[in-house]
């Protein structure tokens, strides 16, 4: 079955993420080293760092991502068919244990999925989701997120999003405290030492925020979900006609959405009017018509 | 002494090319039968739920005794039997309880009720949820079937004994069985 196969495969990819993250921790060390003189004292310190704040957010991101995005548990009774679809998608996916169920107040059409393995993953939609589409659509939508779940495109995701903070973290850090005088032990003119390490520091960051970018947000895998979506309900239109829907939508925004958690939504959480070309090319979702024309054909 | 070694390091590689298909076999039937028991699981709670549903319903209902009767008689066959007469009672139940849906439509008062709306709720979540683990269970079957078909591993699904599973009962039949009665 080509699920099992995308499983493995995913599988595969989160290690190669934990690599290069490794590899990543390791360079930010002996650049560290470099600028304070021992090598052993910079690769300790990123090290410890590194590893602290792996673990906080792997195993703590679910919940720092719903926090960030404002969601709220959903409950019975007010939300006895979502919490009910989800759990009955969950059975068809042959899920173990459903996600958990949170819901976001905005009157923007969108949904998303997150969570380091099946048996620790949340299924988020928006109010204004649950209003505009019938259940057949919300129900494409829904398992469109469980493929993303059981497929392990979560885990991928959550690992890429670490090291992308991670990065951004780390040059914030370094930038600020060479700018605010933390001078080195060499005697250079301080200004040429920030420069020469902060261009160091960022010819390092770019590969690996670009590797983990392109593993996560494969667009092949936003098609592998709706597809294994459509398989789940066994009826492909639910999410065409939901796609179309969210099309439509006048204001895709959702409020609490940034650069972090945009390609966990099943839309793109931004406005329409900033889309240039470059924005297509990394953009973190395939065209929505290419989406729906694929349905449409199953 | 080479041809030995060749000897031995082939046998090896077929030993392990067995283990690997009789674990693979395994993993198939083990995931029909948890499929199987969350079908289980979901019957019993539509069990469960019925006698609530038949009280909240015979006090606003109380001439469509005929209706309420028909799903009781059903529950009770719904947790012995073999898969088939389970598939079949749980069929009968789906249309016992479509039945009673529809009647309620008529009685505006049982339809306002909070406990009746949250029961509807819950068995219609649960029906749902009948119909989803029936197709996990079959796609279970169906991967099974076909994995022991195909060669090569036929042959050893034969040495191991494995057998063909049936699919979820068919739903045709089941449609003539559950009167509305006023």
Known sequence: ???YEEIAANKRRSYLLIFLFLIFITLIGLVIGFFYGSP?????????IGGVYFLITYYKGAGAILTMSKAKEAKKPEHAYLINTVEGLAIAAGLAKPPKVYVIEDSALNAFATG???????VCVTTGLMAKLNRLELEGVLAHELSHIKNYDIRVMMLAAVMVGLTVLLSDFLLRSFLWGRGGRREHNQLTGVLIVAGLVLAILSPFIGEAMRLAISRKREYLADASGALLTRYPKGLADALRKIKEDPDPLVDHANRATAHLFISTPFRKS?????????STHPPIDDRIGRLDKM | MVATWILVVIAVVVVLFIVYIYNSLIKLKVRIRNAWAQIDVQLKRRYDLIPNLVDTVKGYMAHEKGVLEEVTKARTSLMSGTKEEKAKASNQITEAL???FAVAESYPDLKAS?????????????ESKIAYARQFYNDSVMAYNEAIQV??????AKLFAFKIEEFFGAEAKEKENVKVSF
């Open chain 1, 116 to 122: 380091r393995d099946p048996e620790h993953s949340v």
């Open chain 2, 98 to 100: 479509k039945s009673i």
């Open chain 1, 1 to 3: 079955m080509g699920m």
């Open chain 2, 114 to 126: 909070e406990n009746f709306k949250m029961l509807q709720e819950e068995l219609s979540g649960t």
């Open chain 1, 40 to 48: 052993y004292f910079g690769l300790g310190l990123a090290f410890v």
């Open chain 2, 151 to 156: 060669f090569p591993k036929n042959l050893f």
């Open chain 1, 274 to 282: 900033k889309r240039s070309f470059m924005k297509k090319i990394f």
